[in-house]
Each structure stands twice: as structure tokens, then as C-alpha cells.
């Protein structure tokens, strides 16, 4: 790490990976939008992206959380629909905002794990045990909430998720003590 002024600052960046993230041949990461068959260079606008790639889990959240207040099943889902919506729209306006690669062809996924792997064996614990954590939370939520249908079964979803996750997690733990 370098000192930069009172603050300490990696000097490689963070792998940004997951679902249409791409390396091109200059080694950047390259978001590739399927409808338009564009790319969007992302290597400096990383961090910016971050919470666009979590636009459908904050839909979800929405709903789930929106139904804890007891409000119709209908209204819950529709405010996840419009949370979703919201993040979409604003996704699709800081896309105009990045270089873009017309006709890109994806080549190099760069996988969830390996982005991961990026970061440090501390962060990547913490990860974890948060993402259990979650997991188990939502599922005593939902028993204590008496949720039951529609609702058990989507907090059974999200937990499955956060589990899965946490398998992700595990896994660039192990690759980041493989690559020491």
C-alpha cells in the first residue's frame, strides 16, 4: 500500500467481475450490454458501478423490506418493481457516461471468484461471516414474522443467495491463500 497524504490507498485496483463483465485486450473491465451489443469501458468508473451491479438485489430487498411493515403483498412488490426500475434507469444514464467499445466481442469473463480474490484475506472473512449471518437472520425473520407462502419462500431465496455468496467468498479465500 502507499501513504497518500493521512489516507492509505491500494496501488493496484480491485477486479470488478460478475454477470456481462469482460476483460478486453488492454486488460480493462468491460461491461457488455447485450441489448445494444455495446461495451462500456469500466476501468475507470469501477467503483461507480459498484452499486448499479446490485440493482436487483436492492429491487428484491425493497420488497422484502417494504413487507415487514405489513403493507399489502401487492404494494410490496411493486415498490421492489419501481426500487429496481429507479436503479435501472440510472444505470442506463451512467452508461452514457463511460467510453464505449461499439461491436465489442466478449472474450475474457473475469468470474466472480477471481474478482474476490482481490481482495484482502481480512475483508474477504468479514465477507463470510456476514453473508452467513444474513442467511440465517432472514430465515429466523421470516419465523418470527410468521411469514408464509410467497413471502417464506422469498426469504428462503434471499438466504439461499447470501449462502451462495458466502461459498463465493470461501472460495477466493482459498484462491487468495493459494496465490501467497
Known sequence: ????????????????????IYEDSHGRAVYYDVFTKCGYVLDDREQAYRPYAMRFVIGI??????YMFELPLWMCLGLGVVAYGVMEVKFRKFLKTVPQMIDFKPKKRIGLVESAADDTKNRILLKVLLYFALAVLIILNA????????MLGLNYLISVFGVVFGIIQIMAFVKKGKEV
Open 1 to 20: 500500500m502507499a501513504r497518500k497524504g493521512n489516507k492509505y490507498q491500494k496501488d493496484d485496483k480491485l477486479k470488478l467481475g460478475g454477470i456481462h
Open 143 to 150: 419465523y418470527q414474522q410468521k411469514f408464509t407462502g410467497f
Open 61 to 66: 430487498f425493497a420488497a422484502v423490506l417494504t
